[in-house]
């Protein structure tokens, strides 16, 4: 397996444009995991899912972030408006259900809001 | 609620000189204790886990973490450090309950080697 695939790698992007960030869980994973590693905040957990259905997104910052799950091998963390602050590195990462299993990470995809 | 602290931000050991990392978790339960590993522009690769048993675990690269279960420990060591593994650690907990994987993350302590 090629692992979790993030995309892109890179981002920039001026402030208020709307940016999406994309990622392919390894096959056969039913957890999705959002995070966000900032210098400030460290990793940070924004979101994760089940069966591609949302369980916890407490970790969102605000109404401007969003993620979707439409089908188990693809998801989406999109910003609208983006702003200069939610510049940081956004992992995807996935897991197989089941005590103890570890999260797998992809590979991050830095954003830079300017 | 759970939590990771890694006391030390930056340490800087002698290649071929042994290393240990510290942290310490805070969890109502059992933990699912986990180090991870990033390099420079890169996601985070899992060094090791502990989730019961035998409170040493060996890890992948060489490294070794111990869980003591009266000091909230799970510090991870190694005897003899090489160039490679400069880099940034971060010591994880997971639930024990529903998925293991909702990780909560320490700061990171980031490893200097010098020659």
């Known amino acids: 397996d090629a692992g979790v695939i993030q995309s892109p790698r890179h981002e920039v992007t001026e402030m208020g444009q709307e940016v999406t960030l994309r990622c392919k869980p390894i096959?056969?994973?039913?957890?999705l995991f959002w995070y966000r590693q900032t210098m400030m905040r460290g990793l940070e957990l924004l979101i994760y899912f089940n069966n591609n259905v949302p369980i916890d997104d407490s970790g969102m910052p605000e109404d401007r972030f969003s993620a979707k799950m439409p089908n188990a091998s693809f998801s989406t963390l999109k910003i609208q408006p983006s702003e200069p602050r939610d510049s940081a590195v956004y992992f995807c990462?996935?897991?197989?259900?089941?005590?103890?299993?570890?999260?797998?990470f992809g590979q991050g995809t830095r954003l830079t809001v300017v | 609620a759970q939590s990771v602290t890694q006391p030390d931000i930056h340490i800087t050991v002698s290649e071929g000189a042994s290393l240990e990392l510290r942290c310490n978790y805070s969890y109502g339960a059992t933990p699912y204790l986990f180090w991870y590993v990033q390099s420079p522009g890169q996601g985070l690769q899992l060094l090791l886990k502990?989730?019961?048993?035998?409170?040493l675990v060996q890890g992948i690269k060489g490294f070794e973490a111990e869980f003591k279960r009266s000091q909230s420990s799970f510090n991870l060591r190694k005897p003899s450090v090489h160039w490679s593994d400069a880099a940034e650690y971060f010591c994880?907990?997971?639930?024990?309950?529903?998925?293991?994987?909702?990780?909560?993350f320490g700061t990171g302590t980031r490893l200097q080697v010098t020659l």
């Open positions: 096959s056969g994973h039913d957890y």
């Open positions: 990462a996935s897991s197989f259900s089941g005590g103890g299993t570890e999260a797998f």
């Open positions: 502990y989730f019961s048993g035998d409170t």
């Open positions: 994880a907990v997971g639930r024990s309950t529903g998925t293991a994987s909702k990780l909560t």
